[in-house]
């Protein structure tokens, strides 16, 4: 089945650890997307890709980059995560960025910073 | 600004219907999506209205009104299943979705 895969599930990392979230899809979409969703509240997008090119939101903080080395696989890495960076990760895709825009989301990573 | 605003909590019966409102106002508007959260899980897509109207599938149904800037999702004979939350996110001019908070659905038996 085509699906969208994020690993780990669940992730621990000690304050100021560097951490590196993975999402993978075989929907071949042309978009990917990071969200940031804390409890009860609107997942916030982080960044996003059409192909390979870039878009990072305004409000997006250093603190946090992305890799999207092919169409498959993309990457969130966190550079110093701080208590406040606990939440559940989400990556989305979409076929295209403009016209319907359905966007399918992985299981999530739920990171916990100690 | 762009604004979502829907309750952040409802209680239903097992059985019964309800009726979850969201209005909203966006720079541009190129449709509406409704998707369904249970705790601890993604987001699951279940509508999409561009156009004014009713969209019916199976139980669930969402309408649309763009000159009111609003929208409900219609649940009917719900289940204990149905208890999740439900996001309201209509798509702006640059076809980004804009995300409320959600709706916490309790059903309770």
């Known amino acids: 089945d085509a699906m969208v895969i994020q690993n780990p599930r669940y992730q621990v990392t000690q304050f100021g650890k560097p951490v590196t979230l993975s999402c993978s899809q075989t929907?071949?979409?042309?978009?990917m997307y990071w969200y940031q969703q804390k409890s009860s509240q609107a997942p916030k997008l982080l960044f996003h890709?059409?192909?390979?090119?870039?878009?990072n939101e305004a409000d997006t903080p250093d603190n946090f980059q992305s890799r999207r080395p092919n169409t498959s696989f993309c990457f969130l890495d966190i550079r110093s995560p701080g208590l406040g960076d606990a939440a559940m990760y989400l990556c989305?895709?979409?076929?295209?960025?403009?016209?319907?825009?359905?966007?399918?989301f992985g299981p999530g990573t739920r990171l916990t910073v100690l | 600004g762009q604004n979502i605003d829907q309750p952040t909590e409802m209680t239903a019966t097992e059985g019964a219907i309800v009726q979850i409102n969201c209005t909203y106002q966006?720079?541009?508007?190129?449709?509406l999506f409704w998707y369904q959260q249970h705790a601890g899980e993604a987001p699951t897509f279940l509508s999409y209205?561009?156009l004014d109207g009713l969209e019916e599938k199976g139980r669930f149904s969402s309408f649309l009104s763009r000159s009111k800037g609003y929208s409900y999702l219609l649940l009917k004979e719900l289940q204990m299943k149905d208890s999740a939350s439900y996001l309201c996110?209509?798509?702006?001019?640059?076809?980004?979705?804009?995300w409320g908070a959600g709706t916490k659905l309790i059903i309770k038996p």
């Open positions: 890709y059409y192909d390979k090119d870039f878009n």
């Open positions: 996110a209509p798509m702006d001019s640059n076809y980004q979705l804009i």
């Open positions: 929907l071949n979409h042309n978009v």
């Open positions: 966006t720079s541009g508007f190129n449709g």
């Open positions: 989305a895709t979409s076929r295209v960025t403009g016209e319907y825009n359905e966007q399918f």
């Open positions: 209205n561009v």
